[in-house]
């Protein structure tokens, strides 16, 4: 079955430190992929999504991912976090375009002052 | 600014009542829109698949008489909670398949419903 696993279910950092969200899909097949941020009690706002083209992709809030199709990865980084980045994080594919979603389990970052 | 809005952001309701939830898609035409289901400190579950002018699709042990997706415009759907129970209580969260550039090739999410059943 395809699924999408995020390796860390909480990632504390201090704030100003670099960080990586680590995400992993199973797919045999072309894939689209895309990172997701929700804050408490609302929806997701899309951070990034890779289609096709230039494998590292720069999204809003300074945030950027790289797909890796050899690894099967998604990972997203930031170099220096802010508090207001204290969200959840959702990786989620797609096999085909405009199709289904299938989503990580998420990862919940935490930014210490 | 917001693509997708969602009404109400919250309802409280008793058991046994139904509840309508809107999604509409602003300044934009969505073909497709999705219904998803998210529990607390949970990702998130996709119920069904709507497409305007057709019947919705739903995934695999989603109840489609208790859920009733309409989705007579391409800028609006709507979710009916029927006889809710307080198990049905949850986060209720749309998107609107969407493509800026004139191909529809991201989802886009509502800021989400909260439905409490008492």
């Known amino acids: 079955a395809q699924s999408v696993t995020q390796l860390d279910s909480q990632v504390p950092v201090f704030e100003e430190a670099p960080v990586e969200l680590r995400c992993n899909y199973s797919s045999s097949v072309s894939v689209y992929l895309f990172w997701y941020v929700q804050y408490p009690n609302q929806g997701l706002q899309l951070l990034l999504k890779?289609?096709?083209?230039?494998?590292l992709v720069k999204g809003i809030n300074g945030f950027e991912a790289e797909f890796n199709k050899s690894q099967t990865s998604f990972h997203l980084r930031k170099p220096s976090v802010h508090i207001s980045d204290t969200a959840e994080y959702f990786c989620?594919?797609?096999?085909?375009?405009?199709?289904?979603?299938?989503f990580g389990q998420g990862t919940e970052l935490s930014v210490k002052p | 600014g917001a693509v997708v809005s969602q009404h109400p952001s919250w309802v409280i309701c008793k058991s046994g009542t139904s509840v309508k939830i809107e999604c509409r898609s602003l300044d934009f035409q969505a073909t497709t829109m999705f219904w998803y289901r998210q529990f607390p400190k949970q990702s998130l579950m996709l119920m069904a698949t709507?497409?305007?002018?057709?019947?919705?699709?739903?995934e695999q042990g989603v109840e489609k008489d208790k859920f009733l997706i309409n989705h007579a415009s391409l800028t609006l759907s709507t979710l009916t909670v029927t006889s809710a129970h307080p198990e049905d209580s949850s986060f209720y969260i749309c998107s609107a398949l969407i493509g800026l550039a004139g191909v529809s090739d991201t989802q886009y999410f509502g800021p989400g419903t909260r439905l409490t059943v008492l």
């Open positions: 709507s497409n305007e002018g057709s019947k919705a699709t739903y």
């Open positions: 890779y289609l096709s083209g230039s494998t």
């Open positions: 989620a594919v797609s096999y085909n375009q405009g199709g289904k979603l299938i």
